[in-house]
């Protein structure tokens, strides 16, 4: 894998890394989704887009590379920007990093005054809780990042952004977003010490000659061999098994059922923050439910679950999902314009993972424009917010009884 991200970065041949202009700034060594999906189709002789799109979102998760506006870790295969993680930060550095690197983390974070640093929810949380189980010892952990926090001020503007950005990004591998997959549940520091001996470092923060202090612009790529055909399909299916092992485990802080009145009130802000919520997608299910209108999410939910399942498994489960919610007389079926429906039906003789994304899309706009605000608007979550402000636990709804095999596997992993 680490062979296939070195020769990306290849100056040659590898994928073209540039400087973008926005409004008022600029965004430094970055490169887009297709480029990625583009460079994988043209030198690992892959055939299928879709194959190299789902080969590069393994690499993504596993923390290789990053979006830089998003903390989601996954590829996608459009304008969307992306930077190189620095070697420092690799899985085969067998990183184990502590709560208390973490904890020094976020304390570092909470001294940067600016938006793009700021703490999400689920960070804030974190912070308040290790803040309590490290009581004893804050002192010396608000130290330690007090100083980290002075060393970045001295570094240059555009290399500070890119090493804040690479630093956000490991920590968004080992303390995933609620609701994201944390890879980091595969051993791979034992798997990684059979390749690559070597002692395991306990900490992040306290290493001598941390290569983070030169640029990542300028890191030097080891040069290597590239690997034979063989390699990389043993080296596909091994991360493939391991990621497919661990598909349904979820990050610690997003199996906490009792979600902070900010988490609540967060759900508010558009639809895609309480999808991404898990407990937020429950009580919207919920409130579907007692509408009898949950098809919708139900097939959208479904629909993401596709995307993530293994090729092997894609065309028995988009005939599963035509059965169960697009077929004539489908038990649950949803409502879809002629042209998506034409088009949809047409995409089934082909089955792949983005065959109902014309579908997915329609109906991810019907309920944004017609669900998710009579759910804001109803008593039920205005009972969910007062419920927080009052200190009271919100009571944790089981899935609906009509609920399917198809909506209990999405909600479990999304």
């Not at 299928?48 to 993504?60: K, N």
């Not at 995307?307 to 498994?313: G, Q, V, Y």
């Amino acid at each position: 894998m680490e062979d296939v991200i070195a020769r990306m970065q290849d100056e040659k041949n590898g994928i073209p890394i540039r400087t973008v202009k926005s409004f008022l700034s600029k965004i430094p060594s970055v490169f887009s989704g297709s480029d990625i999906v583009q460079w994988l189709t043209k030198n690992l002789s892959i055939e299928d887009p879709v194959e190299a799109l789902h080969l590069g979102t393994l690499m993504a998760a596993y923390g290789y590379f990053f979006p830089i506006s998003d903390h989601v870790l996954t590829l996608k295969d459009d304008g969307t920007f992306y930077r190189f993680q620095t070697p420092y930060f690799w899985p085969s550095n067998c990183w184990e990093p502590e709560n208390t690197d973490y904890a020094v983390y976020l304390c570092k974070r909470t001294m940067q005054n600016k938006a793009r640093l700021e703490l999400a929810d689920y960070e804030a949380e974190s912070l308040a809780r290790l803040q309590r189980a490290f009581a004893r010892k804050w002192e010396f952990i608000f130290m330690q990042a007090e100083a980290q926090a002075k060393v970045d001020k001295k570094r240059d503007k555009i290399e500070r952004k890119i090493l804040d950005s690479q630093e956000r990004a490991f920590w968004d591998v080992h303390r995933p977003v609620p609701g994201c997959v944390n890879t980091t549940e595969v051993d791979i520091k034992k798997s990684s010490r059979m390749r690559n001996p070597h002692k395991t470092r306990k900490s992040v923060y306290g290493l001598q000659n941390d290569i983070r202090s030169h640029s990542p612009t300028h890191t030097p790529v080891p040069e290597t061999k590239p690997p034979t055909e063989d390699e990389l399909r043993q080296e596909i299916k091994y991360w493939q098994i391991q990621l497919d092992r661990h598909r349904l485990k979820m990050s610690k802080v997003a199996e906490s059922k009792e979600p902070s009145q900010q988490r609540v009130k967060r759900w508010g802000f558009g639809m895609d923050e309480a999808l991404k919520d898990p407990v937020g997608r429950e009580q919207f299910l919920k409130f579907l439910e007692s509408e009898f209108s949950s098809e919708n999410l139900r097939f959208w939910l479904a629909v993401e679950d596709l995307k993530k399942r293994p090729m092997r498994e894609v065309p028995a489960r988009v005939q599963e999902i035509w059965q169960e919610f697009l077929a004539p007389g489908a038990p649950s079926a949803i409502n879809l314009d002629s042209k998506s429906y034409d088009k949809t039906t047409q995409n089934v003789k082909e089955p792949g993972r983005y065959t109902f994304g014309d579908a997915q899309e329609h109906i991810y706009k019907l309920m944004k424009s017609d669900s998710y605000p009579r759910f804001i608007r109803s008593s039920a979550y205005q009972e969910l917010l007062q419920a927080k402000k009052k200190g009271r636990n919100i009571p944790i709804f089981p899935c609906h009884k009509n609920c399917t095999p198809t909506l209990r596997a999405s909600t479990n992993l999304l």
